[in-house]
């Protein structure tokens, strides 16, 4: 599978150049791998008298990650974080052309149940037998892209997100230590969006600059998970001037962990972070990384996907700003 990058609300549209999206939906293809075989799971539709992937539209508010993870807990009561982006498809309904995004979703010893509502059956399949029962042609190809990610191995992985802070308050007009400064109104508000939308991925392990607005940045999705924290000086701004491979260093341990992680940063250090995590791609996936100042707007989200094995490479990328006031 070759190495992918998907942005909020982007999605291939070569079949239909420059024509308006008028509804936004998103969902999931579960998996798993039974003596050694790959099995996707299946939804029945009663309204339609359909097989399909779990998937719904957006509500207000909601960025498409965050719509994927509700949809597919509401249809089959899957809390699984989402994986891998896969292809999403495009076709006309009623009020014209709709989008849906769609992710790999590993329900390896998960429980799933249909909600009984708009979903009546579910079943576990194997791929081929998936591709002649949907009754959509076009979710045929998120499903290949599936498929084409487990022979490649690149189908298994857990989450990096870089997070840089909330907007704080302006660095011109604060009279204290740099530490110290807060988050702005907007802020605070966009620590609350940044906490639903790191829920989608679930890290359950925060890495973050001891100094305040990165704190506070974090503060509303650890106090709502109880994720483990730990606060690295290196990742200051101050240290990262003096000795900015120790902020390389920093990042790189989040990778020898291997468990899925979330490292709240500054501005200031995010070329040498993307320089670090780049290592762990292909040249082609690196090269989709941000490039310019300031690389991450406050509160924006880069999910790195990774795979589970020694090289911790990463196999995708994403990226979400959760709320801009």
């Not at 014209?96 to 509502?117: F, I, R």
């Not at 969006?193 to 506070?216: D, Y």
């Not at 000795?243 to 390389?248: H, I, L, R, V």
């Amino acid at each position: 599978m070759p190495a992918a990058r998907a942005d909020a609300l982007v999605a291939d549209q070569s079949e239909h150049p420059g024509e308006k999206i008028a509804v936004v939906a998103a969902g999931g293809l579960p998996w798993r791998v039974t003596r050694g075989a790959l099995e996707v799971l299946l939804i029945h539709r009663p309204r339609y008298d359909d097989w399909s992937w779990p998937k719904g539209k957006l509500d207000d508010g909601e960025t498409v990650p965050e719509c994927g993870a509700r949809e597919i807990f509401e249809e089959i009561g899957l809390t699984a974080g989402l994986g891998i982006p896969l292809p999403s498809i495009h076709y006309r309904v009623a009020s014209g052309l709709k989008v849906v995004h769609y992710w790999a979703v590993n329900a390896q010893n998960a429980k799933v149940k249909q909600d009984g509502k708009e979903v009546d059956s579910l079943l576990w399949c194997s791929p081929e037998r998936a591709a002649e029962l949907l009754s959509n042609p076009s979710d045929r190809a998120p499903l290949a892209a599936l498929v084409a990610a487990f022979e490649d191995d690149a189908l298994d992985t857990w989450p990096l997100v870089i997070v840089r802070h909330a907007k704080a308050k302006p660095r011109a007009s604060w009279t204290k230590g740099e530490g110290d400064r807060t988050l702005a109104a907007s802020g605070l508000r966009q620590a609350q969006a940044v906490r639903r939308l790191l829920a989608v991925w679930g890290p359950e392990r925060i890495v973050s600059s001891p100094w305040k607005r990165c704190i506070s940045t974090i503060a509303p999705y650890v106090k709502a998970t109880k994720a483990k924290v730990k606060l690295v000086d290196a990742l200051t701004e101050h240290s990262h001037e003096r000795k900015p491979q120790k902020t390389a260093a920093a990042i790189e341990a989040v990778f020898d962990k291997g468990v899925p992680a979330a490292v709240c940063v500054h501005r200031p250090t995010l070329p040498t972070i993307l320089e670090q995590v780049s290592r762990h791609m292909k040249a082609p996936l690196a090269q989709s990384l941000p490039a310019r100042d300031p690389y991450l707007a406050p509160g924006e989200v880069l999910v790195l996907h990774v795979r589970k094995d020694s090289r911790s490479r990463v196999v995708a990328v994403e990226q979400y700003r959760p709320f801009d006031d």
